[in-house]
């Protein structure tokens, strides 16, 4: 099921994000990343994923009104279920034009999701504080 996120799902959230950050090492070096969780969680528009069993199990944050995705989060263990999918089909029926979203070079796996799931990548960052992006359009 996917629904609106509410406050008492912040908790979760949080520790799926900071499990997916175990796997991306390049982000290390990257400060500020739960401030910035935080702030998307309070503030912005989101919507989780939940098992009956399991409970939270994906969240989306979107920035509107740029409809920007600046955090899409799914537990290691439902990868490959279609959890992004139906996150991303949600905020895309909320928001007001095509989606975007910056994914890291380094993540090989997220941008083959995106890859399958018809995203196209406008422009690419060579560096700064966000290390290497490219920023990536959706259907
Ligand atoms: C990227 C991520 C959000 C994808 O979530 P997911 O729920 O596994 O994705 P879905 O199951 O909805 O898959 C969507 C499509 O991408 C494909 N896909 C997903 N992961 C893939 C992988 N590792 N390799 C190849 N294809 C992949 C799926 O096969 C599916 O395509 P299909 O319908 O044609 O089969 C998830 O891997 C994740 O949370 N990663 C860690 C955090 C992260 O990197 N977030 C993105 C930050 S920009």
Redesign the pocket.
């Known amino acids: 099921m996917i629904r609106p996120l509410e406050t008492a799902d912040i908790p979760s959230c949080r520790d799926i994000f900071t499990d ?1 950050l175990q796997d991306m090492p390049w982000r290390a070096a990257h400060r500020g990343q739960h401030l910035t969780l935080r702030r998307a969680l309070e503030g912005q528009p989101g919507w989780v994923a939940e098992e009956q069993n399991a409970g939270i199990i ?1 969240f989306l944050t979107l920035q509107v009104p740029a409809d920007y995705v600046d955090h ?3 537990a290691e263990d ?8 139906g996150l991303l089909e949600v905020a895309r029926r909320e928001a007001e034009g095509p989606l975007s ?1 910056d ?1 890291d070079t380094d ?1 090989i ?2 941008r ?2 995106y890859e ?2 018809g995203w196209q990548v406008v422009a690419s960052t060579g560096g700064g504080s966000r290390g290497r992006q490219m920023r990536l359009v959706g259907p």
Do not use: E, P, Q, S
């Not at 439902?78 to 999918?85: E, F, Q």
């Open positions: 997916c994906g899409l989060f799914v439902w990868r490959l279920c279609g959890v992004a999918r979203l994914v993540n796996t997220a083959r999701a399958a799931l």
